[in-house]
């Protein structure tokens, strides 16, 4: 299967500061989403992102799918950021198993 | 509102006490999944099902058995549960669609098997 990496995997950060996390894809991948687990260990989707860039107030993405990595930017981070992100997705193969990054674990301080 | 709802959230038992975690969908989703997640480890998946009767193995079926009779239901059955699947399992669902696929995931069921 596909070998999915995640960077940074820990991140510490100060209340309004931004950051860039990264996931790259061994192979080419679909249906790539990031999700946020807080810190009572729910997960949320965040993007659904197969390419381009897409934004939701603060956060936004950009998955550039022919060099096989996508990035999400956290801009002005607030406490409540804190948790772990994951990227995950399927194999260009049709493919219905979908590989999860290890994940960015992020603590914003205030 | 559309969601994903397991149960229990929480759950202990002891080794060898049959289970199971309920997963139910509102949103008509054909594609239904289990995962467990550890620490280190990240989420990997147990047992999909592409729809009513279609089941199938994911990356670590040992242990577990799955069912969907129903298109908005997908429990997960531990037989004889042992202290090694004490974990945090997630259900999620998502249309089959080539391109729409996004996944909603449940609000995870934390099991501690002693």
């Known amino acids: 299967g596909i070998q999915v990496e995640q960077s940074p995997p820990d991140l510490i950060l100060q209340e ?7 996931c790259n894809f061994s192979d080419s991948v679909n249906n790539l989403q990031w999700f946020h687990q807080n810190p009572w260990g729910q997960l949320i989707n965040l993007f659904y992102i197969p390419s381009g860039t897409k934004q939701n107030g603060r956060l936004s993405a ?7 990595y996508s990035l999400l930017y956290i801009s002005s981070s607030q406490t409540t950021d804190s948790g772990v992100y994951f990227c995950a997705g399927t194999t260009s193969g049709g493919s219905y198993i979908p590989t999860f990054g290890r994940g960015t674990s992020l603590i914003v301080h205030p | 509102e559309a969601q994903v709802t397991q149960n229990p959230r929480y759950l202990i038992t002891v080794t060898g006490k049959k289970l199971t975690v309920t997963c139910s969908q509102n949103m008509n ?11 280190g480890l990240g989420l990997r998946q147990i047992y999909y099902s592409m729809n009513v ?12 058995k799955v069912s969907r009779k129903e298109k908005r239901n997908f429990p997960l059955i531990l037989e ?4 090694n699947q004490t974990s945090l399992y997630f259900c999620a669902s998502s249309l089959i669609d080539p391109g729409f696929t996004e996944a909603f995931f449940g ?7 002693v």
Not at chain 1, 16 to 22: D, P, V
Not at chain 1, 62 to 68: M, N, P, Y
Not at chain 2, 80 to 83: A, Q, V
Not at chain 2, 107 to 113: I, K, S
């Open chain 2, 29 to 39: 989703h054909e594609y239904m999944s289990w995962y467990r997640q550890d620490p």
């Open chain 2, 53 to 64: 009767e279609v089941t199938d193995k994911g990356d670590v079926p040992e242990g577990y």
């Open chain 2, 80 to 83: 004889s549960p042992s202290p």
């Open chain 1, 16 to 22: 309004g500061a931004n950051s860039t996390l990264r």
């Open chain 1, 62 to 68: 950009t998955t550039v799918a022919t060099e096989r």
């Open chain 2, 107 to 113: 609000q995870g069921t934390r099991l501690t098997v």
